[in-house]
């Protein structure tokens, strides 16, 4: 595949290119760094309450067993169509936190291998999509919107479509 | 955020009453004991990274290459962002925020996502109602384009993967076919809603 090839390339070209620019441009890099460096740090702390928020209450949600007992009632219809159970959880938590759906994912690679199908799934759904409701509420939030119109629907359900179609691409490129 | 607070109280009682009916207390007492401590390993786990690319983007707005990205994406916001009158400063936030999602800092893209929804804002003639452009951000947003997905390639080869970075075949595709999708329903929404 000539994309895991370019995606081997793209960190450190993207990284080269920024500096070189930016001596062409006689920016202050080091300097400039530092600002930047500084002000992911507060963002960083700023974000920290909202994290252990989100994260302790899906952690009482995943580990009461409540999603994976709902899914094994429904293991044949979904072993029928090929999908994992194991991944629904994940599924279901993704629009809500990225967070918890990160460590939802950690938990899938350290049970079933980093490189099996349902590792690779989760790795796949947790880069293809974000997290709908959490933006939702932050960026409406922020501007004081009460009318949001159309948006949680349209970004529920192409979060619907990123699910499946992750499902559909890991079969058959890694298949 | 009446959202949040439901979804985030509604969990909360569902985990504990499911625990405490099929007898898994234990478990659950571990869990409120022992989840801050997690909760604070995955917060060091990924928060370097998101200072070292604030850093990096730091650098590239300094150098005017966020200026230049928003120049480039022009033609696109033309038709994804029909109502934005050209030039205006939403369209250089909105491509730096797209652009520092693409490159899987989606931590270090939110100062930029408000800066946009602010700029929006300004455009917005009913200030208690999301404009049509304030959707379509939010679906492009909530899409996640994500060329580079810096985190989990991280933990990927922290697991010991033998190609840590050839998930990137099947994110890019999925991202890209996700975005795409969430325009064309964008669109076919507002004009039903429209018509309401």
């Known amino acids: 595949m000539i994309l895991v090839k370019i995606g081997n390339y793209l960190i450190p070209v993207v990284v080269l290119l ?4 930016a001596f062409k441009k006689k ?18 702390i700023s974000i920290f309450p909202y994290l252990v928020a989100m994260l302790f209450a899906t952690n009482i949600l995943l580990k009461s067993n409540i999603l994976n007992s709902l899914f094994s009632l429904a293991r044949p219809i979904f072993d029928f169509i090929k999908v994992p159970v194991e991944v629904l959880p994940m599924a279901i938590i ?6 918890a759906s990160f460590a939802i994912m950690i938990d899938l690679i350290k049970t079933f291998g980093v490189d099996s199908f ?22 409406f939030g922020s501007i004081g919107i009460k009318k949001i119109g159309h948006a949680m629907w349209a970004g529920l359900l192409t979060d619907l479509v990123s699910i499946i179609v992750s499902i559909i691409l890991v079969s058959v490129v890694f298949g | 955020m009446i959202m949040m607070n439901k979804i985030w109280g509604v969990f909360i009682i569902i985990g504990i009453l499911f625990s405490l009916f099929t007898g898994n ?18 917060f060091l786990s990924m928060f370097p990274l998101m200072v070292v690319w604030s850093g990096l983007m730091n650098i590239a707005k300094d150098a005017g290459l966020l200026d230049k990205l928003s120049h480039l994406m022009t033609p696109l916001f033309n038709i994804i962002f029909p109502e934005i009158p050209k030039g205006h400063p939403a369209l250089g936030y909105i491509a730096s925020n797209l652009t520092i999602n693409m490159l899987g800092i989606h931590n ?32 492009l947003n909530t899409s996640g384009v994500t060329i580079i997905a810096t985190d989990i390639i991280a933990v990927r080869s922290l697991y010991g993967s033998i190609n840590p970075t050839m998930i990137l075949s099947t994110t890019i595709a999925a991202t890209i076919i996700t975005t795409i999708f969430g325009l064309i329903i964008d669109r076919i929404f507002y004009h039903i809603w429209r018509k309401k």
């Open chain 1, 18 to 21: 920024i500096i070189i620019y």
């Open chain 1, 27 to 44: 920016v202050n890099v080091y300097d400039s760094f530092i600002n930047g460096a500084k002000e992911g740090l507060e963002l960083a």
């Open chain 1, 94 to 99: 993704r629009p809500i936190s990225g967070n």
């Open chain 1, 118 to 139: 349902i590792g690779r799934i989760a790795a796949t759904m947790q880069g293809s999509t974000d997290t709908t409701i959490y933006v939702l509420s932050l960026y």
């Open chain 2, 25 to 42: 207390i234990e478990s659950l007492n571990n869990e409120i004991i022992n989840s801050p401590g997690e909760i604070l390993n995955i």
């Open chain 2, 108 to 139: 270090a893209s939110t100062p930029f996502g408000l800066k946009a929804m602010q700029s929006l804002h300004e455009l917005n003639e009913d200030k208690k109602k999301a404009s049509r452009s304030m959707i379509t951000f939010l679906v």
